[in-house]
């Protein structure tokens, strides 16, 4: 049984099935209204370096729904923002806390942290994982098409957190990837390694080029995410430039699978990686997206936080 979630490589193609499946029955007791209590008495620590709604919202409802409790962790108020070592934050969290979830930029801050706490810890998003993000994302993908294995994912834009989470969550249930990006924001080589690796014992195939048409073609599921991250703000205009070409419109998505659906992790800009009308129209899951971040996340707290 793993102690963290910091990146999707570590689980095994069983553990993000059990993910997805405990998803799917945890929302269908939420509809239902039935009270679920396993993390009564529990507490998990948030720490934010980075802004967020969805992860901060879902993360804090669903420790409330599970029957604990979560705690806002700004780093411009904890002592870590002055400077106290990561090493003994997490000493001292664990001496409190029953789980942290991190926001922050490097992976490597997240991975200390991990190493230090005796208690689980869940990444938030880094500058090069978003695995909760992904896991709600083949959630969703499982809900709309009633599976996930040979279907295929076609990612168009920056090579990106969520685009390496998303690649690794693909290659672990036998979903293809296909991805387009500009050269220059192409995803991180050693992702891709580790994942060409992972591919070869689930039958994904995984694809990178330069055409978006050419990585659409027979897409079950479009994705992208904004062309800027955060921390990249200052480059905002120089990816403008860079990423032309790159956005999901009517056209793009005609030149997919006629059943195909458009996802996006949010925030989004609508006329950059995305046009209006296809964000909005009838083949977006949007917000379903958003929503089962509720639902994934609530199963990754009760396994790691349970018992
Ligand atoms: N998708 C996502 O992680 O959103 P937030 O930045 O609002 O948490
Ligand atoms: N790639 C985006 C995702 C936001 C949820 C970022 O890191 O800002």
């Known amino acids: 049984m793993m102690k963290d979630l910091l990146t999707l490589s570590k689980l095994t193609s069983a553990d993000v099935k059990a993910i997805i499946d405990r998803s799917a029955e ?25 802004s967020s709604t969805r992860t901060r919202v879902s993360f804090e409802v669903g420790m409330y729904q599970l029957g604990g409790q979560a705690l806002f962790l700004s ?19 664990s001496r409190y806390l029953d789980g942290i979830m991190i926001r922050t930029f490097a992976q490597e801050m997240v991975e200390e942290l991990a190493h230090h ?15 909760c993000q992904a896991l709600a994302d083949l959630f969703t993908v499982q809900e709309k098409k009633g599976g ?10 920056d090579g990106n957190n969520v685009a390496n989470s998303l690649l690794e969550a693909c290659v672990k249930t036998g979903m293809h990837f296909s991805i387009a990006c500009p050269q220059g924001y192409e995803m991180d080589p050693k992702v891709l390694a580790e994942a060409r690796g992972a591919a070869r014992e689930t039958g994904s195939s995984i694809e990178t080029t330069g055409d978006p048409y050419q990585a659409v073609m027979k897409a ?6 904004v062309w800027a991250s955060m921390g990249q703000e200052a480059e905002h205009a120089k990816r403008v430039k860079a990423f032309q070409g790159y956005q999901i419109d009517a056209k793009l998505l005609k030149a997919a699978s006629p059943e195909a659906i458009v996802m996006h992790c949010l925030p ?23 929503e089962n971040r509720l639902h994934t996340q609530k199963a990754v707290l009760e396994m790691l936080m349970g018992k």
């Open 26 to 50: 945890l929302k269908q007791m939420q509809k239902q209204g039935k009270v679920h209590h396993p993390l009564a008495n529990k507490s998990l620590g948030m720490i934010f370096e980075k």
């Open 75 to 93: 780093s411009n108020d904890l002592q870590l923002g002055r400077g106290e070592p990561v090493a003994d934050t997490a000493r001292v969290l």
């Open 117 to 131: 706490a005796s208690i689980p810890v869940i990444n938030g998003l880094t500058d090069l994982h978003h695995p």
């Open 148 to 157: 996930l294995k040979g279907l295929k994912l076609a990612y168009i834009g």
């Open 220 to 225: 079950d599921v479009l994705y992208t995410d």
């Open 268 to 290: 989004a800009h609508r006329g950059e990686e995305i046009a209006a009308d296809v964000i909005d129209g009838p083949q977006s899951v949007v917000f379903d997206e958003a």
